[in-house]
């Protein structure tokens, strides 16, 4: 008998408390009570399915008791009993949280029908409950799994940088250090721009490879002290379409490739390799444009001295809206940036 429903019948009255349990009692496990404390107590210990409970009560009328109930035992189904005359009563009930109600005197397949309603309402409920727990675990077990993916690949991604980063300072040390300082002066510009915070971290890595390509380049003429013959020149000038084609195998790297491709471009379409100009320009990349020449100034090479900031700030000047953007060069004159 352990799988019966359970059903409580609270009533002070003897008469209708045991008709209905005499009704119900093939077909359920039926135990009764001659009041609402009575009946809210048993129910601490004992939970039930369906309550059936008479409304007007001496000691705690049944709306009271409904609510109290509700509270306590929300999956609980609560069916009122009501003479005719509280019948409005018992339609109030409803909004409550009971189920339904039975007029007095009631018919014996009425108050079978109506609490195998109830029952059937409270499994009904109880399944989407759990459907509904099952959806939510299932949502928060998902979020975990993309958060994790997405920690997978930013280790991979940065794992990736670093690889390529030191793979240039393998090759050629000046490239390396070079390319560390334009990393952080593009980032230092991106955010005067007033670049998002994921955007600019995405400057830094692609500024970081931006020569990545060099790799590619014979180290004679990466390391030569001198002018750059004609041939020289334009063996160098594919370091941009090399170091595309390293990075474009690598999808998470491809926010890196406009910034590789164009970082020898000019503002006024005359670089190299695509000859593109003004906006064709990616904003990353004419940021790195900026940076990277900055630093090549600023550095001593085998053929030339170092610039001072000012003589770099001068050609900066010169050089807007032809070599470089304009907008950007406006940040370093006016000291938003220091170099
Ligand atoms: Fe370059």
Redesign the pocket.
């Known amino acids: 008998m352990g799988n019966r429903a359970k059903i409580l019948v609270i009533d002070d009255e003897l008469a209708p408390r045991e008709s209905i349990r005499i009704v119900l009692k093939d077909h359920y496990n039926v135990f009764t009570a001659s009041g609402a404390r009575e009946g809210l107590d048993a129910m601490d210990t004992n939970p039930v399915d369906i309550v059936v409970m008479d409304i007007k009560m001496p000691e705690m009328d049944g709306i009271t008791a409904l609510k109290e109930i509700k509270k306590r035992h929300p999956d609980t189904e609560v069916i009122l009993l009501t003479a005719y005359a509280s019948i409005e009563t018992a339609r109030d009930a409803i909004r409550f949280g009971a189920f339904d109600y039975l007029t007095k005197p009631f018919d014996k397949d009425d108050v079978l029908l109506v609490v195998e309603k109830g029952l059937k309402k409270k499994h009904t409920s109880a399944g989407l409950k759990l459907e509904r727990d099952t959806l939510l675990d299932r949502t928060s077990y998902l979020e975990d799994q993309v958060k994790s993916a997405r920690d997978n690949i930013m280790t991979c991604y940065e794992g990736t940088v670093k690889a390529l980063i030191l793979t240039i300072d393998a090759k050629d040390r000046y490239t390396f250090k070079h390319s560390n300082r334009v990393a952080k002066l593009s980032s230092s510009l991106a955010g005067a721009m007033g670049v998002s915070g994921k955007t600019i971290k995405e400057i830094e890595h692609a500024a970081s490879i ?2 990545i390509g ?1 790799i590619g380049i014979e180290e004679t003429i990466l390391r030569k002290n001198g002018q750059l013959t004609f041939n020289e020149y334009e063996e160098v000038k594919k ?2 379409t090399i170091g595309v084609r390293i990075v474009q195998s690598v999808p998470f790297l491809e926010d890196a490739i406009p910034v590789i491709l164009h ?2 471009e000019r503002y006024d379409g005359k670089g190299y390799p695509g000859g593109v100009k003004g906006d064709q320009i990616s904003l990353s990349a004419r940021i790195v444009i900026v940076a ?1 020449a900055v630093d090549a100034m600023m550095s001593v090479r085998p053929y030339r001295n170092a610039l001072s900031k000012d003589e770099v700030l001068s050609e900066l000047r010169g050089n807007a809206g032809t070599q470089f953007d304009p907008d950007i060069v406006d940040i370093l004159l006016k000291d938003t940036v220091t170099l």
Request: zero cysteines.
């Open positions: 931006h020569d060099k370091h941009p970082h020898h990277d």
